[in-house]
């Protein structure tokens, strides 16, 4: 018989910030949609992961890094992979940092600049982990809303940023709604932005978006700026690599980076998804082909939503945000039992929408038939 300490043992050393956190919600579990599903395929649309998957390059490269031995500690420093993405994006590796993960390194600049009390800025809707980082540091999130038409409200945003944040978290894309902050209004928030603030730009989907023209180059914009930034980007989404762990930030300058090296954990990038980030960013053609072929894809889904009657927000990146018009949870139970998951959105006036990322055509047309008729059947 296994013996628990009762739950109250342990809930009195728990700090006050972790204890109201909420838990991050990765979406329904597959095993769990396989089991009271009609399908005996699961189409898994809740992550943004991508349904093209790795190169043979990729694989290779994985299959040998785990052949080099994973007995041996990885290289703390991964110089190699912050060598190959300096080059590729002309700035000196001293100022890249890797992370297990992009995830990883938002998490590292929570614990190297915030004090309990100090202001942290985003959006909403917004990722999680932007408000979920800051709060168990005990800082206080702002959280600047969408415009009705799920645009930048650049008043809104000059009124937050004027309270003197310590730290700013800008998703560019944004996740959820999948819309893209322009080259003039990325030079609104540089301008409204404090000198003394951080500002994140998080690029996760910024290679999906870079086929939109009026997606900003924020490498350039930064570039001649006398404040501190990071931009962050990641091998989770449009390269495939999401289970390996490997997202990276082109700091400002070396001190930051050094700052986040003080307090991440030494081997946070295993040797293998080191290896395979290097192939991945060598692989140019992967990276078109898929970013090709989900574009494709985004406007194809959108178009049919769309004629369906639904509303979709126009989406630069790999998901889409979609007003079922009805309950989300319920939506996604349904979506469930026809073997599709989604995430189903809980935020204050968004709890109508769900976030489905795309898969291959195949895929997204059961999508297409399975959502249509659950927001015909049951029309409000
Ligand atoms: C997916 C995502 C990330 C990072 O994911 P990692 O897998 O940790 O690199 C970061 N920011 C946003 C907005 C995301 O959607």
């Not at 945003?157 to 309270?163: F, I, Q, R």
């Not at 930051?256 to 946070?268: E, F, G, H, M």
């Not at 999508?367 to 049951?378: H, Y």
């Amino acid at each position: 018989m296994k013996h628990a300490a009762a739950p109250t043992a342990s809930a009195s050393l728990i700090r006050r910030e972790v204890a109201g956190l909420p838990r991050y919600d990765p979406g329904a579990d597959p095993a769990e949609v396989a089991a009271l599903s009609r399908s005996s395929r699961i189409i898994k649309l809740s992550n943004n992961e991508s349904p093209f998957g790795i190169s043979p390059a990729v694989a290779e490269a994985i299959r040998l890094g785990l052949a080099d031995g994973v007995s041996r500690y990885p290289d703390p420093t991964g110089r190699r992979l912050a060598e190959a993405i300096g080059t590729s994006l002309d700035v000196p590796a001293e100022r890249v940092v890797l992370g297990n993960g992009s995830e990883n390194i938002l998490e590292l600049l929570c614990q190297a600049v915030l004090d309990p009390g100090d202001l942290v800025v985003t959006q909403a809707p917004g990722f999680s982990l932007h408000e979920t980082f800051p709060r168990v540091m005990g800082a206080r999130v702002e959280k600047v809303p969408v415009t009705g038409e799920f645009g930048f409200d650049a008043e809104a945003w000059s009124t937050a940023l004027a309270a003197g944040p310590k730290l700013v978290f800008l998703a560019n894309p944004c996740n959820p709604t999948g819309a893209v902050l322009s080259t003039g209004q990325l030079e609104h928030v540089l301008a409204a932005t404090p000198a003394s603030a951080l500002l994140v730009l998080d690029e996760a989907y910024g290679e999906f978006a870079r086929l939109d023209p009026e997606y900003p180059d924020a490498l350039e914009a930064l570039r001649g700026q006398d404040r501190p930034w990071i931009v962050l980007r990641t091998f989770s989404k449009a390269y495939g690599l999401a289970g390996v762990r490997v997202g990276y930030g082109v700091a400002s300058d070396p001190t930051l980076v050094q700052a986040l090296d003080r307090v991440r954990t030494p081997y946070n990038v295993n040797h293998p998804a080191q290896e395979a980030a290097i192939a991945a960013l060598g692989d140019h053609a992967h990276l078109a082909d898929t970013v090709r072929r989900t574009a494709l894809e985004i406007s194809r889904v959108t178009g049919r939503l769309e004629q369906a009657g639904l509303r979709v927000v126009p989406s630069s990146t790999n998901f889409l945000f979609i007003d079922t018009g009805r309950p989300s949870d319920r939506v996604a139970h349904e979506l469930h039992r026809a073997g599709i998951i989604v995430k189903a959105w809980r935020e204050p006036g968004y709890e109508t929408y769900i976030r489905a990322s795309l898969s291959t055509p195949e895929d997204n047309d059961v999508f297409i038939r399975s959502l249509t008729a659950i927001c015909v059947k049951d029309k409000p």
